[in-house]
């Protein structure tokens, strides 16, 4: 059983899977993720219920987090436009085209563009060098080929748009998809610049009635200047690859990727890799073996989670690419260099009580009604399974996603019950079993 969590992104590939493959593929996740740039609420609606009939059949919680559009600059309907090295490319704004040049809809594109600028399409496998911009339109030279289809983004290298999430777009599926709200553990918001821009997610969400916990991705220069201030307000970060290797060279990536894996252990806050991490298993069965040890590496380091994008939602091999990750990650050897120190008293009993479990090679048992105690737990990086026992499948679920707690629903009606109840079900010796703080005690039991 591996400490680190594994996360996978549905999309139609998946959606192809009998549904026997789909359990088998959800069997080797502890959480999905459905992207919204890329889902109609009734897909989402879809993937929501197929998830949790898994649950109800396999007794297990899972994790369901979607991941929301943001103020992305994307391209209008148009039919597929191959591009090839050299050719010139038009972009005009307008919500659609007959092919002959490329579509976009929001002025964000033509407000920040200008001669000289690269445009960065398909996480970079095209680029295009800008030789002429208007207020409504671009003209750019293809450096790369590839072939632009309707909703793909369009980035500016180095340059951010001058607008902030929710986008119109992020109000307008939220809206429709609030029905599903008691289901959506976890909302992540793409190209937030900072706080503000993630308060006022949090904001929409809470007046739509959303409860879900919410996923910062760092994808932007303006997120990673901000980054202590994100990994502040954000309930979970997650270094999203993709758009941040098209704002920063991707000989930048790797030191961008540890400064923010590290800020956030030191905080304890969840964190994430994301994206091509098994890229060529889009079209193989097997993966290349650096992407075997860039899984390998990164887990190491003691990241919480990391989600499979591209490899499942669309790719030839979703099966294999979910199987493939948790063949790497049951092998790893952690080596953890940064942990967060100490707070509260409530901090120092959490850390005492994983290092007393790891010196005497003990699991640790904890019953936690929020969730609250198994995070602070967490966050020290206990290297044994966490056995969290929880009344509230809710927390259960957002717990999936964190690290090396395995969270079980375990309805009683008092801690000292739950408690009694889990180390019933999982009491093999030796373990260090509590429910926390009660009345000012901090009750452990130790069983050898
Ligand atoms: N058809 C799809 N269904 C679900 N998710 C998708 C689909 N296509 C792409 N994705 C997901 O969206 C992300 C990349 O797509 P996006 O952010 O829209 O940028 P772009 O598609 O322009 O590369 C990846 O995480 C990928 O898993
Ligand atoms: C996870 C990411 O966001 P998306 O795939 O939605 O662009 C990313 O950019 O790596
Ligand atoms: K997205
Ligand atoms: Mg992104």
Same mark, same amino acid.
């Given at each position: 059983?591996?400490?680190?969590?594994?996360?996978?992104?549905?999309?139609?590939?998946?959606?192809?899977?009998?549904?026997?493959?789909?359990?088998?593929?959800? *069997?080797?996740?502890?959480?999905?993720?459905?992207?919204?740039?890329?889902?109609?609420?009734?897909?989402?609606?879809?993937?929501?219920?197929?998830?949790?009939?898994?649950?109800?059949?396999?007794?297990?919680?899972?994790?369901?987090?979607?991941?929301?559009?943001?103020?992305?600059?994307?391209?209008?309907?148009?039919?597929?436009?191959?591009?090839?090295?050299?050719?010139?490319?038009?972009?005009?704004?307008? *919500?659609?085209?007959?092919?002959?040049?490329?579509?976009?809809?929001?002025?964000?594109?033509?407000?920040?563009?200008?001669?000289?600028?690269?445009?960065? &399409?398909?996480?970079?496998?095209?680029?295009?060098?800008?030789?002429?911009?208007?207020?409504?339109?671009?003209?750019?030279?293809?450096?790369?080929?590839?072939?632009?289809?309707?909703?793909? =983004?369009?980035?500016?290298?180095?340059? *951010?748009?001058?607008?902030?999430?929710?986008?119109?777009?992020?109000?307008?599926?939220?809206?429709?998809?609030?029905?599903?709200?008691?289901?959506?553990?976890?909302?992540?918001?793409?190209?937030?610049?900072?706080?503000?821009?993630?308060?006022?997610?949090?904001?929409?969400?809470? %007046?739509?009635?959303?409860?879900?916990?919410?996923?910062?991705?760092? %994808?932007?220069?303006? /997120?990673?200047?901000?980054?202590?201030?994100?990994?502040?307000?954000?309930?979970?970060?997650?270094?999203?690859?993709?758009?941040?290797?098209?704002?920063?060279?991707?000989?930048?990536?790797?030191?961008?990727?540890?400064?923010?894996?590290?800020?956030?252990?030191?905080?304890?806050?969840?964190? /994430?890799?994301?994206?091509?991490?098994?890229?060529?298993?889009?079209?193989?069965?097997?993966?290349?073996?650096?992407?075997?040890?860039?899984?390998?590496?990164?887990?190491? &380091?003691?990241?919480?989670?990391?989600?499979?994008?591209?490899?499942?939602?669309?790719?030839?091999?979703?099966?294999?690419?979910?199987?493939?990750?948790?063949?790497?990650?049951?092998?790893?050897?952690?080596?953890?260099?940064?942990?967060?120190?100490?707070?509260?008293?409530?901090?120092?009993?959490?850390?005492?009580?994983?290092?007393?479990?790891?010196?005497?090679?003990?699991?640790?048992?904890?019953?936690? &009604?929020?969730?609250?105690?198994?995070?602070?737990? =967490?966050?020290?990086?206990?290297?044994?399974?966490?056995?969290?026992?929880?009344?509230?499948?809710?927390?259960?679920?957002?717990?999936?996603?964190?690290?090396?707690?395995?969270? =079980?629903?375990?309805?009683?009606?008092?801690? %000292?019950?739950?408690?009694?109840?889990?180390?019933?079900?999982?009491?093999?010796?030796?373990?260090?079993?509590?429910?926390?703080?009660?009345?000012?005690?901090?009750?452990?039991?130790?069983?050898?």
């Amino acid at each position: 059983m591996s400490l680190t969590k594994r996360v996978a992104t549905l999309g139609p590939s998946t959606d192809r899977l009998a549904e026997e493959d789909f359990y088998k593929l959800l *069997d080797l996740v502890d959480g999905v993720r459905i992207n919204l740039a890329h889902a109609s609420p009734g897909e989402v609606e879809r993937r929501i219920n197929a998830v949790r009939a898994y649950e109800r059949e396999r007794g297990r919680p899972l994790a369901v987090l979607v991941d929301l559009k943001g103020p992305s600059v994307r391209v209008g309907k148009t039919p597929p436009v191959a591009v090839e090295v050299g050719q010139h490319v038009v972009f005009k704004l307008g *919500d659609r085209s007959d092919g002959s040049y490329i579509p976009v809809p929001t002025r964000a594109l033509f407000q920040v563009v200008e001669r000289g600028d690269t445009i960065l &399409m398909l996480d970079g496998k095209l680029k295009l060098r800008v030789v002429n911009a208007g207020v409504d339109f671009v003209e750019a030279v293809a450096e790369s080929s590839g072939v632009v289809t309707s909703g793909k =983004a369009v980035v500016v290298e180095g340059k *951010d748009y001058d607008v902030s999430p929710p986008a119109e777009d992020d109000v307008e599926i939220l809206d429709k998809i609030s029905r599903l709200k008691d289901d959506i553990d976890y909302v992540s918001v793409s190209l937030a610049k900072n706080c503000k821009d993630v308060d006022a997610v949090r904001t929409l969400l809470n %007046e739509l009635g959303f409860e879900s916990q919410i996923v910062v991705k760092i %994808e932007t220069r303006s /997120a990673v200047r901000n980054l202590e201030e994100l990994v502040y307000c954000g309930d979970y970060i997650v270094v999203a690859r993709g758009d941040l290797g098209l704002h920063y060279g991707l000989d930048t990536l790797p030191i961008v990727q540890r400064e923010i894996i590290y800020t956030s252990l030191s905080y304890g806050k969840p964190v /994430a890799v994301a994206t091509q991490l098994l890229d060529s298993m889009q079209n193989s069965p097997t993966p290349t073996r650096a992407e075997v040890n860039d899984v390998y590496t990164t887990a190491s &380091m003691g990241v919480d989670s990391l989600w499979l994008t591209n490899e499942t939602a669309n790719g030839s091999y979703p099966l294999a690419a979910a199987l493939w990750l948790s063949k790497i990650l049951e092998k790893v050897e952690y080596n953890i260099v940064k942990l967060p120190s100490p707070g509260d008293v409530r901090d120092r009993f959490a850390k005492g009580l994983v290092e007393m479990a790891h010196d005497i090679g003990a699991v640790i048992l904890v019953y936690s &009604m929020s969730g609250t105690l198994a995070k602070r737990i =967490a966050k020290f990086r206990p290297l044994n399974v966490v056995h969290v026992g929880t009344p509230d499948v809710k927390t259960a679920r957002i717990l999936s996603l964190i690290w090396a707690l395995q969270p =079980a629903y375990i309805p009683a009606n008092s801690y %000292e019950d739950g408690l009694e109840k889990l180390i019933a079900s999982r009491g093999s010796a030796p373990f260090v079993a509590t429910y926390g703080i009660r009345g000012g005690v901090h009750l452990v039991k130790v069983m050898f």
